[in-house]
């Protein structure tokens, strides 16, 4: 059963001329782990803003189609009920971290005193959200104190806490070293396999291969492929525009050509690389 | 021209030791880069080339001017600096100006200027933007902005603090087009990055810290194949260099074309 459904979603910003979003057809099941990729500009942070219903709420412009959630329409809905519906987590954690608060603890509360959760129940949540982001130890600890790795899962940890059915994360790693970047990437994985819908945009590709049930690629503000990791990511509509292939992809590519690789599929993966060039 | 560097040590003020008796000559026209984790020291070290900061105690020598002796203005003479963050160094209200004012300031006639400046938007594929406000391009373009504001001044030296981040594909291939031509142009270019991939295809010498020290200084295929020091400053080898370990291919592979050559 889909959960989201966006219907010939366009898109166009104030002010401008061409739209960043044309006619998106998508569809994301329940408990989905969905992929999107593309070059920067294809209009993938747009999408994130889309589902999050800060267009049309936040940004004004020129939205037709129809974004729904779990059954609700987002243009006839407020921002403070979408919140429950889909969960963003931005780009650069400073960008989000609220500012108002001085510990850890009550900065991932701050989302649940706005929706006037009460304080025993508040207390429960925050403490078992922490758990599952694994920063119990940083909850007395200024969020500016920590590091990028450490920031960016207080940022995902004031999400997840409202229990939002759908889980969006624009580029979550790409402001951090290799150590925050698996950090990040084990907590999205483990809300995965939990079963909650994800939805993630990442340049990473060799993650994405890990991990994700499907991907879609964003091009100009169109879905040019949707379909599972290999027939996307080993596509050739994506060469030449932009998108980050793996290496792995890559070189197979090139040995295929020389008759070095002689596997139907290019690999995504490590494994897959060293299977077919061991034969 | 060429870095010296010996016994470096400096401490914050707060009393942290953020790097520990580091010595290391760069010699003119070596592309660099510099891995490590987070904290290991990269930034703090190169910010002591162009004097942004100056040493606890021992000597930096940029050609044959010790840094404790000159200003940082005098040193951007010598050392241009990317900043990781465009945002960070970006002000002026259309690109050209934004990129005159490194030359302008480096004391350059008018002519030279105006030569200086169409290379470095030509370089970064920036020739259309002249009259464009910075902040009117997206990131990707900020960063190829704030890149031909350093060009533009000419340094024999050009430092990059993490030009990949953020950038997507298509970008960072461009960001590797500027490394590669000022190579050609006998400048030194000394790169700090996490993309390690990108370290692998474009840099000649790599140099691993951790904890305020250098762990690994070499060529690239002498440093990228020791995953267990690597991994102790949390860097992981490049994805065809982990391919032809698990291969079992007997020279470390960093390149394409080197991989191809040894299946």
């Given at each position: 059963?889909?959960?989201?459904n966006?219907?010939?979603?366009t898109?166009?910003?104030?002010?401008?001329?061409?739209?960043?979003l044309?006619?998106i057809?998508l569809?994301?099941?329940?408990?989905?782990?969905?992929?999107?990729?593309?070059?920067?500009?294809?209009?993938?942070?747009?999408?994130?803003?889309?589902?999050a219903g800060?267009?049309?709420?936040?940004?004004?412009?020129?939205l037709?189609?129809?974004?729904?959630?779990?059954?609700?329409?987002s243009?006839k809905?407020?921002?403070?009920?979408?919140?429950?519906?889909?969960?963003?987590?931005f780009?650069?954690?400073f960008n989000?971290?609220?500012?108002?608060?001085?510990?850890v603890?009550?900065?991932?509360?701050?989302g649940?005193?706005?929706?006037?959760?009460?304080?025993?129940?508040m207390?429960v949540?925050?403490?078992?959200?922490m758990?599952l982001?694994e920063?119990?130890?940083?909850?007395d600890r200024s969020?500016?104190?920590?590091?990028?790795?450490?920031?960016?899962?207080?940022?995902?940890?004031?999400?997840?806490v409202?229990q939002?059915?759908?889980?969006?994360?624009?580029?979550?790693?790409?402001?951090?070293d290799p150590?925050?970047t698996r950090?990040v990437?084990?907590?999205i994985?483990?809300?995965?396999e939990?079963g909650?819908?994800?939805?993630?945009v990442?340049h990473?590709?060799?993650?994405?291969?890990?991990?994700?049930?499907r991907?879609?690629?964003?091009?100009e503000?169109?879905?040019?492929?949707?379909g599972?990791?290999?027939?996307?990511?080993?596509?050739?509509?994506?060469l030449?525009?932009?998108?980050?292939?793996?290496?792995?992809?890559?070189?197979a590519?090139?040995?295929?050509?020389q008759?070095l690789?002689?596997?139907?599929?290019?690999?995504?993966t490590l494994?897959e690389?060293?299977?077919g060039?061991?034969? | 021209?060429?870095?010296?560097i010996?016994?470096?040590?400096?401490?914050?003020?707060a009393?942290?030791?953020?790097?520990d008796?580091?010595?290391?000559?760069i010699?003119?026209?070596?592309?660099?880069?510099?891995?490590?984790q987070?904290g290991?020291g990269?930034?703090?070290l190169?910010?002591h080339?162009?004097?942004?900061?100056?040493p606890?105690?021992?000597?930096?020598?940029?050609g044959?001017?010790?840094?404790?002796?000159?200003?940082?203005?005098?040193?951007a003479?010598?050392?241009?600096?990317?900043?990781?963050?465009?945002?960070?160094?970006l002000?002026?209200?259309n690109?050209?100006?934004?990129v005159a004012?490194g030359?302008?300031?480096l004391?350059?006639?008018n002519e030279q200027?105006?030569?200086?400046i169409?290379?470095?938007?030509?370089?970064?594929?920036?020739?259309?933007?002249?009259?464009t406000?910075p902040?009117?391009?997206?990131?990707?373009?900020r960063?190829?902005v704030?890149i031909?504001?350093?060009?533009a001044?000419?340094?024999?030296?050009?430092i990059?603090?993490?030009?990949?981040?953020?950038?997507d594909?298509?970008?960072?291939?461009?960001i590797?087009?500027?490394?590669?031509?000022?190579?050609?142009r006998?400048k030194?270019?000394?790169?700090?990055?996490?993309?390690?991939?990108f370290?692998?295809?474009?840099?000649?010498r790599?140099i691993?810290m951790?904890?305020?020290?250098?762990?690994?200084?070499g060529k690239a295929?002498e440093?990228?194949?020791?995953?267990?020091?690597l991994?102790?400053t949390?860097?992981?080898?490049?994805?065809l260099t982990?391919?032809?370990?698990?291969?079992?291919?007997?020279?470390t592979?960093?390149n394409?074309a080197?991989?191809?050559?040894?299946?």
């Amino acid at each position: 059963m889909a959960i989201v459904n966006l219907q010939n979603v366009t898109y166009k910003y104030p002010l401008t001329d061409s739209p960043a979003l044309q006619n998106i057809n998508l569809q994301v099941k329940e408990g989905e782990f969905l992929a999107v990729i593309g070059p920067n500009g294809a209009g993938k942070s747009t999408l994130c803003y889309t589902l999050a219903g800060f267009v049309p709420h936040f940004f004004k412009g020129e939205l037709t189609g129809t974004v729904e959630v779990a059954s609700q329409e987002s243009s006839k809905s407020n921002l403070s009920e979408w919140v429950l519906n889909v969960g963003l987590a931005f780009q650069n954690p400073f960008n989000q971290i609220s500012g108002a608060k001085f510990t850890v603890f009550e900065e991932i509360a701050f989302g649940l005193e706005n929706t006037g959760v009460p304080r025993d129940e508040m207390k429960v949540r925050v403490e078992d959200a922490m758990k599952l982001t694994e920063i119990s130890d940083l909850a007395d600890r200024s969020p500016y104190s920590l590091s990028g790795g450490q920031q960016q899962r207080v940022a995902l940890t004031s999400i997840l806490v409202m229990q939002p059915k759908v889980l969006v994360l624009d580029e979550p790693t790409s402001q951090m070293d290799p150590i925050g970047t698996r950090e990040v990437f084990g907590v999205i994985r483990t809300m995965a396999e939990k079963g909650m819908t994800v939805v993630l945009v990442e340049h990473k590709v060799e993650w994405i291969a890990n991990f994700a049930d499907r991907v879609v690629a964003l091009h100009e503000g169109q879905i040019i492929l949707d379909g599972k990791p290999r027939e996307v990511l080993t596509s050739d509509a994506l060469l030449d525009k932009g998108f980050g292939i793996s290496r792995y992809t890559s070189v197979a590519r090139k040995a295929k050509e020389q008759g070095l690789w002689n596997k139907a599929d290019l690999p995504i993966t490590l494994g897959e690389a060293v299977e077919g060039f061991r034969k | 021209m060429r870095i010296e560097i010996k016994d470096l040590q400096f401490s914050y003020p707060a009393g942290v030791q953020a790097l520990d008796n580091i010595s290391l000559i760069i010699e003119s026209g070596e592309q660099v880069a510099i891995v490590g984790q987070n904290g290991a020291g990269k930034t703090t070290l190169v910010r002591h080339f162009n004097g942004l900061l100056q040493p606890t105690s021992g000597e930096i020598k940029i050609g044959d001017w010790n840094t404790r002796k000159q200003s940082v203005a005098k040193l951007a003479s010598r050392i241009g600096y990317v900043f990781q963050n465009p945002d960070e160094q970006l002000f002026s209200r259309n690109v050209k100006t934004e990129v005159a004012f490194g030359p302008k300031n480096l004391g350059y006639s008018n002519e030279q200027v105006e030569a200086l400046i169409n290379e470095a938007l030509e370089m970064t594929e920036l020739s259309n933007e002249t009259e464009t406000n910075p902040y009117d391009l997206s990131p990707t373009w900020r960063k190829m902005v704030a890149i031909a504001s350093i060009i533009a001044m000419d340094t024999p030296i050009v430092i990059f603090d993490e030009p990949t981040t953020g950038q997507d594909a298509a970008n960072i291939a461009r960001i590797a087009n500027v490394i590669k031509t000022l190579r050609e142009r006998g400048k030194t270019v000394i790169t700090i990055t996490h993309d390690i991939d990108f370290c692998a295809e474009n840099f000649e010498r790599v140099i691993a810290m951790a904890k305020g020290k250098i762990l690994l200084d070499g060529k690239a295929n002498e440093i990228l194949g020791q995953e267990e020091i690597l991994a102790t400053t949390y860097v992981d080898p490049p994805q065809l260099t982990r391919l032809g370990k698990k291969l079992g291919l007997k020279s470390t592979i960093i390149n394409e074309a080197e991989f191809l050559n040894s299946i």
